[in-house]
Nanobody, 123 residues
Framework: VQLQASGGGLVQAGGSLRLSCVAS????????IAWFRQAPGKEREGISG????????YYVDSVKGRFTISSDNAKNTVYLQMNSLKPQDTAVYYC?????????????????WGQGTLVTVSS
């Protein structure tokens, strides 16, 4: 199983980025895909997730209304559209896959992790 995250970069505050996570080697339809981030000196936090099974989505409060998670099942890809970026969004962003049917429980257990992609938001 491979998860390939991409799309990070340097952006000014208020700008946008779209992260992509391409999954291979798994049955995409059985999984939920989540995005985590880890800022310097901080613990990794889960920020958003989507169940490919039922389409349910989860957002942590700090990104609600600014970030949108979506999937293109034909491409085994999950996107994280990030708008109105803030300097505090600066972090390494990781995608992860877990076998679960829904994100309605707001819980996620990762079975596989991708490499990170760095997002830097300048003020």
């Amino acid at each position: 199983v491979q998860l390939q995250a991409s799309g990070g970069g340097l952006v000014q505050a208020g700008g946008s980025l779209r992260l992509s996570c391409v999954a291979s080697g798994l049955i995409f339809d059985d999984y939920a895909i989540a995005w985590f981030r880890q800022a310097p000196g901080k613990e990794r936090e889960g920020i958003s997730g989507i169940s490919i099974v039922d389409g349910s989505r989860y957002y942590v409060d700090s990104v609600k209304g600014r970030f949108t998670i979506s999937s293109d099942n034909a491409k085994n890809t999950v996107y994280l559209q990030m708008n109105s970026l803030k300097p505090q969004d600066t972090a390494v962003y990781y995608c992860a896959a877990g076998v679960q049917a829904t994100m309605k429980s707001k819980k996620f257990r990762a079975d596989y992790w991708g490499q990170g992609t760095l997002v830097t938001v300048s003020s």
